[in-house]
């Protein structure tokens, strides 16, 4: 019987980065947004930041050469080169073979991220990556164990938080691993001296998080409504001046959408999209709608326009409103 292969985890990624070790490709797969961008951007720190590195952002449609080519290029200004391929699944199944070859004699000075819900467990990659790097799972947090994830979220920041705040912030927020982090990191700040968040701390913070932003918001880039999505962001800047909440919503709600696209282009209803999505059935009417209004090619576009804002936000020194700016304007011309 073969041996079953030991699972590694977003945390295992972080303490061997923190080690030192960085390798020729990681492969990060797994149903959580969350966690794939939360290990991408644990990579992403360690090549930009004291290595001076340069990043290539990748769609599941560019060429398999280009791709390669990037991976086997020299750059001029940078020691070391993040290569990711995002949304990879289409690219993987396609692309996998070659990837295994290029795995047996990779780049000394690039880095490869390949970003992905599912890997065909049949195929040689899965073994090909953890032979040269590192495969990431990132696995769904089933609703059930959110508060569990949000108590080791706030331990992990160095602070405790009671049964009941635990249950308030999950009912107020949802299931959003990107909404819950970013909530937790605004009680933080709001705590002061305090040690412990407690029920009156999430009733005065959290306010209309999933209702608001995630519809709101994207109702307007839906509907392409350029005056009322800088509103709304407006609104949240005042909250999030950093901005980087607001991408991280907007990234699972994007993602949300695309699977949507996905499911409903292979002949899907409403009944898939509560069933693979998680919405309550009484808001998949407006979830669909939304959907609706999107290609897949729409969506894939915004996805990597949103990746590069996160980028221009944690590299390039530029104010967060001009980054979300140019990133709603030009969003709401995508499909247009």
């Not at 041996?3 to 490709?25: C, F, H, M």
């Not at 990711?84 to 047996?104: N, W």
């Not at 209803?269 to 693979?276: H, M, P, S, T």
Request: charged fraction near 25%; proline fraction near 3%.
């Amino acid at each position: 019987m073969a041996r079953k292969q030991a699972v590694t985890s977003v945390e295992d990624l972080e303490r061997s980065l923190k080690s030192g070790t960085l390798l020729p490709v990681y492969l990060l797969v797994g149903e959580e947004q969350f966690l794939r961008h939360k290990a991408r951007n644990l990579i992403h720190d360690v090549i930009v930041g004291p290595h001076g590195g340069s990043v290539s952002v990748f769609s599941p449609d560019d060429p398999l050469d280009t791709v390669l080519g990037e991976l086997r290029g020299d750059s001029l200004f940078a020691s070391r080169r993040m290569v990711e391929v995002m949304q990879a699944d289409m690219f993987l199944r396609y692309h996998g073979e070659a990837l295994v070859r290029y795995l047996e004699h990779p780049s000394a000075s690039a880095v490869l991220v390949i970003d992905a819900m599912k890997v065909d467990g049949r195929t040689r990659l899965p073994a090909a990556v953890r032979a040269a790097g590192m495969l990431v799972e990132c696995p769904g947090v089933y609703e059930d164990r959110l508060g569990e994830w949000v108590r080791g979220e706030v331990r992990r920041r160095g602070f405790r938080i009671s049964g009941a705040a635990v249950s308030l912030l999950v009912d107020e927020v949802g299931n959003s691993l990107f909404a819950l982090s970013s909530e937790i990191d605004k009680l933080i700040t709001y705590l002061g001296d305090r040690k412990t968040i407690e029920p009156p701390d999430v009733g005065q913070l959290t306010g209309h998080t999933r209702n608001w932003v995630v519809w709101a918001l994207t109702d307007a880039l839906a509907r392409r409504e350029v005056a009322s999505a800088l509103r709304i962001l407006e609104n949240l800047l005042q909250e999030d001046s950093r901005g980087v909440g607001i991408v991280g919503i907007l990234n699972w709600q994007i993602s949300r959408l695309w699977q949507g696209r996905c499911l409903i282009d292979r002949g899907g209803g409403r009944e898939d999209l509560v069933a693979q999505l998680h919405v309550d059935y009484r808001r998949v009417e407006a979830l669909e709608e939304q959907i609706r209004k999107f290609s897949q090619q729409d969506l894939s576009r915004l996805s990597r326009m949103l990746l590069e804002a996160d980028i221009a936000l944690k590299s390039t020194g530029l104010p967060p409103r001009a980054v979300l700016e140019r990133f709603l304007v030009e969003a709401c011309r995508v499909g247009a």
